[in-house]
């Protein structure tokens, strides 16, 4: 083991002594007698309850398709990144990109745009406090109750950007009596994982929770032109602090504090195809450069002061406050402010050349949200929420880009290798909403929601040269070719403010950045009614419609009409659903049909340029459509015996757009599928623990999860040329653009002792060692893979105090 994960390995020991020093202490506070029991603290009635509608019910009584996952299932199967969250949701995808940043699409709603300051289509919470930025979600999974997958729209009560869906992280809250436990996991790669936990009473009316996890492992990618070399180290530590007061019976307070820093190196592509912007252009080294094996552990990147490297760090304090008005009426505030900062290093083209490279992204996102509402009891006929929302965020970017090594480093073009370009926002929005569902009879119930959302988004983008004067002399010489009229030519001295370079509607360096206001309004609505046939059976209809708000790119632009926004996209959803339980309770089956109307969907795509060849834009699809089905079964077949399994099917297709595919041919996209939208998705699942007569219990489990074969961009079904002397492909690849179908296993066993009090396992995840690939980026000549984890195992060791 390296020194550096020897100290790591003592900082984790270190940590978890703390803990059980701190239990010393906290357990003094014992003496008071507990008033009551947290959520996470109830009986276990077999009844799983969320929090869709923002107020707790039982899973089986929400008229909603809700994935939830239980905190017990999470620690078994080491389910802690939202890529880990995708593999066992049916429906829900994760793609890495080059820029670090997540890419979730859910149900084949999504957006495949990884600027820092972009809006997802499926937003992510942790106890409804949103995260509303992609990156900001990387390490909320740990020390969990449970995570709530809600799918369709969810714009009525999360607001807008959740036209897919949205993603609730429930934490374990503070207890009313003491607890404390913890775990640490050795494993392949030097994988070590600890977490730690305290909590307890401070007092009869305030509780304290603090949760620690840190990860420390070597890189798992190997160099296919330097088999010395690695790359993926991870490197991270996350926690999080919470204070619940009641300092009266009528106002409950919860203060909770979450950061975590992440060093770990971005993963790095598999270079799979060389398509030159300008063919003719392309250089020596690019022709000569290997092609990638297919293998998980492959990939490539660039070294010294181009290898992947990141110091990305995030802070999130939120208050909540519950105010009993009266009797079945209470007031609640949500209060959080994110404070993200990031530099790093990544590798774009997923070779060991300078194809494009970001030797330096460096960003922030500040953002505060503030959220009040009003509700009635849960128990009443008549049920309704009233509340408002309030957000105001900034963004910031700043990307060193070089490409030594792509055709732009070319006579013709001034031999121009490198350039800056940044984008600033500066988002309001503020929505008022309500819900309201009424009980007809003791079967039938209502549901009518609306949501008012005005958004404004102010961005100012610019591309600017490094220092050398080669961006600043080449787009001056262009400027006297394309325009007649004098202009003031920009320079690589002096502030970026008026040397910005992209080419204006007059032809010329407008010298200032690329600035525009972006306002939209819009109303999301949802009706529906829900059926109890049984009392065990409930059968939904719901029709709804969100929205996304608009969006601005980060990217090179040679015109600045590259920068220009796309367009709030909405989904109008139809959705059919059953809940229903059988063999006295022993079996729960879910399913749902759904039909969207998805109209001007944000896609990042591509766009002809006449001096530069194929560059990125983004653009609204008028018109597609998704449709499709999905059912999930658990049945506990006998005492520690239970099996499950989920399968989901979409149908997609765009039916309004025309543009220009990544290899630059302009078509007409009528028909082709949605990005990230694999047809069927599906899991199995079986667990099986023993009690014995000791009161430990032996267990073990074994999990299948499968994804079809999906494009990754608009019209993946694209057939590259190999016949062009300028274009070369990996041998035997037809459509790049496209992920294979795969499938893996994950195994775990153990033995867990008498009351729960410790545990030893050992797991494996993809244990067949399957070779997928969830994402393809293009990045100027080069386009590369980006493989899914290989095998990996280890052991747990974990403990409880109670």
């Known amino acids: 083991m390296s020194a550096f994960s020897s100290r790591r390995m003592l900082g984790l020991a270190s940590t978890a002594s703390l803990c059980i020093t701190l239990a010393a202490n906290v357990a003094v506070a014992q003496a008071v007698p507990p008033s009551g029991t947290s959520a996470a603290e109830s009986a276990d009635t077999g009844e799983i309850i969320v929090t869709a509608n923002k107020r707790e019910e039982s899973l089986n009584k929400v008229g909603l398709t809700v994935t939830a996952i239980s905190g017990a299932m999470l620690a078994e199967r080491k389910i802690t990144s939202l890529q880990d969250v995708a593999s066992i949701v049916p429906g829900l995808s994760f793609a890495p990109s080059a820029n670090n940043t997540p890419i979730l699409t859910l149900r084949g709603i999504g957006f495949n745009e990884s600027s820092l300051g972009v809006y997802p289509a499926v937003s992510v919470y942790v106890d409804q406090a949103p995260l509303p930025f992609p990156v900001l979600a990387s390490h909320a999974g740990f020390d969990l109750e449970r995570i709530e997958v809600l799918k369709g729209p969810q714009g009525t009560l999360f607001g807008e950007n959740s036209t897919g869906g949205a993603i609730n992280y429930i934490a374990n809250k503070p207890t009313r009596t003491f607890r404390a436990g913890g775990d640490i996991s050795y494993g392949r790669f030097n994988r070590l994982e600890g977490n730690a936990y305290i909590s307890g009473p401070l007092s009869a009316t305030m509780r304290a929770r603090l949760a620690v996890s840190a990860v420390n492992s070597n890189g798992h990618q190997i160099s296919y032109t330097r088999p010395y070399d690695r790359n993926g180290k991870t490197s991270y530590v996350t926690g999080r602090a919470q204070l619940d007061w009641d300092p009266t019976s009528a106002i409950h307070l919860a203060f909770s504090l979450s950061a975590w820093r992440d060093r770990s190196e971005p993963l790095a592509g598999q270079f799979i195809l060389l398509q030159p912007q300008t063919p003719g252009d392309e250089q020596p080294q690019e022709v000569a450069a290997p092609f990638s094996p297919e293998n998980p552990r492959a990939a490539d990147w660039d070294i010294g002061i181009n290898r992947p490297r990141s110091n990305r760090r995030f802070i999130q304090p939120a208050l909540r406050a519950d105010i009993t008005l009266a009797e079945n009426l209470t007031l609640t505030s949500l209060t959080s402010y994110s404070r993200y900062k990031q530099a790093q290093t990544t590798d774009g083209d997923g070779s060991a050349l300078v194809v494009t490279d970001l030797q330096r992204d460096d960003g922030f996102i500040h953002s505060f949200n503030q959220e009040v509402r009003l509700a009635n009891g849960s128990r009443a006929p008549f049920r309704w929420v009233l509340g408002a929302n309030y957000e105001k965020s900034m963004t910031f970017e700043r990307q060193l880009l070089i490409y030594p090594d792509n055709n732009s480093f070319s006579p013709g073009k001034n031999f121009i290798f490198q350039n800056y370009q940044q984008g600033h926002q500066a988002i309001r929005n503020y929505a008022g909403f309500g819900n309201i569902e009424y009980d007809v009879t003791d079967k039938l119930t209502v549901k009518a929601a609306t949501r008012y959302t005005s958004s404004r ?250 994804r079809s074969a999906t494009d990754t961009v608009p019209g993946g079904n694209t057939i590259v040329a190999v016949n062009s002397i300028h274009t070369r492909v990996l041998p035997g690849l037809v459509h790049p653009f496209r992920t294979n179908s795969f499938a893996t296993v994950d195994v775990r066993f153990g033995y867990e002792g008498a009351d729960q009090r410790w545990s030893i396992s050992a797991f494996g995840k993809n244990i067949l060692n399957k070779y997928y690939w969830t994402n393809v980026v293009t990045a100027s000549d080069f386009s590369a893979r980006y493989a899914g984890p290989p095998a990996t195992y280890g052991v747990t060791i974990g403990f409880k105090l109670k």
């Not at 080669?470 to 001295?493: V, Y």
């Not at 063999?583 to 001007?600: I, P, S, V």
């Not at 001096?611 to 597609?624: E, M, W």
């Not at 078509?667 to 000791?694: C, H, I, T, V």
């Open 457 to 706: 988004n102010r961005a100012e983008i610019c591309g600017f040269d490094a220092g050398d004067g080669r961006i600043a002399g080449l787009f001056n010489f262009l400027g006297t070719i394309f325009t007649t009229e004098p202009f003031t030519p920009i320079s690589s001295t002096g502030t970026f403010a008026n040397n910005c370079f992209s080419l204006g509607p007059k032809g010329h360096p407008t010298g200032v950045p690329f600035t525009q206001t972006l306002k939209e309004h819009n109303v999301s609505w949802r009706a529906g009614i829900d059926y109890r046939v049984t009392p065990t059976t409930l059968f939904y209809v719901n029709v709804s419609r969100g929205y996304k708000a608009g969006s601005f790119p980060i990217l090179a632009a040679a015109t600045t009409a590259q920068f220009a926004p796309v367009t709030q996209e909405s989904v109008t959803a139809f959705e059919a659903g059953i809940k229903t339980s059988f063999f006295n309770r022993r079996a729960q089956l879910n399913a749902a049909a759904f039909y969207y109307d998805y109209r001007d969907k944000q896609v990042l795509t591509k766009v002809a340029d006449p001096v530069f060849g194929i560059l990125d834009q983004l653009r609204n699809i008028p018109k597609s459509r998704v449709m499709g089905a999905e059912a999930d079964l658990t049945v506990r077949v006998a005492p520690g015996l239970t099996l499950g399994g989920s399968v989901t099917y979409l149908d997609t297709s765009i039916r309004k757009y025309s543009g220009v595919d990544y290899v630059g041919t302009p078509r007409n996209f009528a028909g082709q599928p949605l990005p990230f939208a694999p047809k069927w998705s599906y899991g199995l699942n079986a667990d099986y623990k023993m009690a014995m007569p000791n009161g430990g219990s032996p267990f073990i489990g074994v999990s299948l999860n499968g």
